[in-house]
């Protein structure tokens, strides 16, 4: 296989990720550069085939399926993948107020800590407003 070969189908990976994120991630990133320079770019393909499954032919559908991430990430709190996929969510369709709604359900099922991470991520997704002139 050439190399331009391996770097068409990293790409062809790095679109999947934009299709449901909005975006590659840089851990994602990370990853495809090692598994196209170590040739495990085979596992990588698993991995989303399996992702792109969980995520796109959920029967919650893309809202709702990145919304439980988001939720899932905050009570175990962990913050990059929670911004990941809050941005997900919010290219999936939802709105601020639907993780709002997560992160106040996240104080209820986990306590305030994921609560706090969920607004923070809110707060960091907020339009800033501009300061009269």
């Given at each position: ?10 790409e ?59 939720g ?62």
């Open positions: 296989m050439t190399g331009e070969d391996l770097a068409a189908r990293a062809a990976l790095r679109e999947r990720y934009r299709s449901t994120l909005g975006a590659v991630p840089h851990g994602v990133q990370e990853r495809l550069r090692v598994a196209q320079a170590l040739g495990r770019l085979s596992t990588e393909e698993r991995f989303t085939a399996l992702r792109d499954t969980v995520l796109t032919d959920s029967p919650l559908g893309a809202r709702v399926q990145q919304l439980v991430h988001f899932q990430l905050l009570a175990l709190g962990r913050p990059g993948p929670a911004r990941i996929h809050a941005r997900g969510a919010l290219h999936a369709g939802a709105g601020l107020a639907d993780l709002v709604g997560v992160a106040e359900t996240a104080l209820i099922t986990a306590g305030t800590p994921a609560y706090a991470l969920g607004i923070e991520i809110v707060a960091e997704l907020l339009p800033t407003e501009e300061s009269p002139g």
